[in-house]
């Protein structure tokens, strides 16, 4: 079945500093990806994914995955995190079972940004 | 605007009662599902409905009823046979069945506690 994991469970990192969040899936076909994003108090909005085609993906906010075949990862990258990224990020993979197909969430990564 | 609500935000339970959370949408989605979040632990699918009268089980379904009598409605009800109900949960919704290939819709959750 697939799966998907998240290795960070919780990330502080400064203001201005480089972000990498890991997701790995278990599933060696064709896959679609999905990074969705949960602010505090707010519900889970989706900050990107992954179909086809180009393997870098770009979302909202300056948020970009890449997805690498060889390595079942889609880590999702920021290049300089602001205050307001603090959220908590899920990795999602699409669980397809009959005709039905369901979203398979990683654990999330909380993601803590200092001034 | 189109979109889920779920109501209330916050619900309080004696340990013995049946709630139930309500899950609207107005997006003319089929797919409807619903999620419990717990830390760490990240979401867990406890049901989903395809269909107007029809849904299906998840991962989590013991202790949890749910109905489709309407298309933009999916109640769920959290029943005195969950053991441990206190948590967060979230409804879903996509356009159609495939949820991979469209991700989905959240609404901004249920706080059940148990008191």
């Known amino acids: 079945a697939q799966s998907v994991s998240q290795h960070n469970h919780h990330v502080i990192l400064s203001e201005a500093a480089s972000l990498e969040l890991g997701c790995n899936y278990s599933?060696?076909?064709?896959?679609?990806l999905f990074w969705y994003v949960q602010y505090p108090g707010q519900h889970l909005q989706l900050l990107l994914k992954?179909?086809?085609?180009?393997?870098l993906v770009k979302g909202i906010k300056g948020f970009e995955a890449e997805f690498i075949k060889s390595k079942f990862s889609f880590n999702l990258r920021k290049p300089s995190v602001q205050w307001s990224d603090t959220a908590e990020y899920f990795c999602?993979?699409?669980?397809?079972?009959?005709?039905?197909?369901?979203?398979?969430f990683g654990t999330g990564t909380r993601l803590q940004v200092t001034l | 605007d189109g979109g889920i609500t779920q109501s209330p935000k916050y619900l309080f339970r004696k340990e013995g009662q049946n709630v139930t959370l309500s899950c609207e949408q107005n997006?003319?989605?089929?797919?409807m599902y619903w999620y419990r979040q717990d830390p760490g632990q990240g979401l867990r699918l406890i049901y989903y409905?395809?269909?107007?009268?029809?849904?299906q089980k998840g991962d989590i379904a013991e202790g949890y009823s749910v109905s489709r009598e309407k298309k933009e409605s999916f109640p769920l009800t959290v029943t005195s046979a969950q053991k441990n109900p206190t948590a967060f949960y979230l409804c879903?919704?996509?356009?159609?069945?495939?949820?991979?290939?469209?991700?989905?819709?959240f609404g901004s959750g249920t706080r059940l506690t148990v008191v």
């Open positions: 599933y060696g076909g064709t896959v679609n």
């Open positions: 997006l003319n989605h089929d797919a």
């Open positions: 999602a993979v699409p669980l397809v079972t009959g005709t039905a197909s369901k979203l398979t």
């Open positions: 879903a919704s996509s356009p159609v069945v495939r949820a991979g290939n469209y991700g989905y819709t």
């Open positions: 409905s395809q269909i107007v009268n029809d849904f």
């Open positions: 992954y179909f086809s085609g180009d393997p």
